[in-house]
T-cell receptor, first 119, second 108 residues
Framework: DSGVTQTPKHLITATGQRVTLRCSPR?????VYWYQQSLDQGLQFLIQ???????AKGNILERFSAQQFPDLHSELNLSSLELGDSALYFC??????????????????FGPGTRLTVL | GQNIDQPTEMTATEGAIVQINCTYQ??????LFWYQQHAGEAPTFLSY????GLEEKGRFSSFLSRSKGYSYLLLKELQMKDSASYLC?????????FGTGTRLQVFP
């Protein structure tokens, strides 16, 4: 158990709908990352928040948005869902954003994921 | 551009040694991670390299050559429970970019 929690575990919905995935980071972690993992694409970085502010953006569609709240939990909102959005969505957390250029690193701890099925 | 290459699948026998290679081309490099992921589960951290050379951690070792854009994960004394996907990930500035993973099957 990594200490990162995600809800719901499974979500089945229809095309065109909107869903919200929720993530609670490990106690003490300020940084939250969202990833999408589909069968043909591997693990794709979507977006990162640090202490409530957006820190880095990956291949996140405009139909998707996220935020990190004052209590540090995060939500990923997916709207106008398409069949291709069916995937595992992972949240990860780390202590800090990860310092570029240094020897220090911040291991990301992954939550169990939310499996989204769009029918 | 960003590109990380790993073999798609590998097989090995229980008790053997296997080496999983990863080559990368990224704009910016701040370290390379290896994660293990069992089917349907979350990735779990195995190793981190930021300097050239070998890092050993029990049965697992990871090697990095920054000049060649190359890393490998070495798994010794393979066990059945090592059957999983192994993900190579490069930290480029603030982002962690993952390869598509190598699915390792260990046979008795």
């Amino acid at each position: 158990d990594s200490g990162v929690t995600q809800t719901p575990k499974h979500l089945i919905t229809a095309t065109g709908q909107r869903v919200t995935l929720r993530c609670s980071p490990r106690s003490g972690d300020l940084s939250v990352y969202w990833y999408q993992q589909s069968l043909d694409q591997g693990l794709q970085f979507l977006i990162q928040y640090y202490n409530g502010e957006e820190r880095a953006k990956g291949n996140i569609l405009e139909r998707f948005s996220a935020q990190q709240f004052p209590d540090l939990h995060s939500e990923l909102n997916l709207s106008s869902l398409e069949l291709g959005d069916s995937a595992l969505y992972f949240c990860a957390s780390s202590v800090s954003p990860g310092l570029a250029g240094g020897l220090s690193y911040n291991e990301q701890f992954f939550g169990p994921g939310t499996r989204l099925t769009v029918l | 551009g960003q590109n990380i290459d790993q073999p798609t699948e590998m097989t090995a026998t229980e008790g053997a040694i296997v080496q999983i290679n990863c080559t990368y081309q990224t704009s910016g490099f701040n370290g390379l991670f290896w994660y293990q992921q069992h089917a349907g589960e979350a990735p779990t951290f195995l190793s981190y390299n930021v300097l050239d050379g070998l890092e050993e951690k029990g049965r697992f070792s990871s090697f990095l050559s920054r000049s060649k854009g190359y890393s490998y994960l070495l798994l010794k004394e393979l066990q059945m429970k090592d059957s999983a996907s192994y993900l190579c990930a490069v930290r480029a500035t603030d982002k962690l970019i993952f390869g598509t993973g190598t699915r390792l099957q260990v046979f008795p």
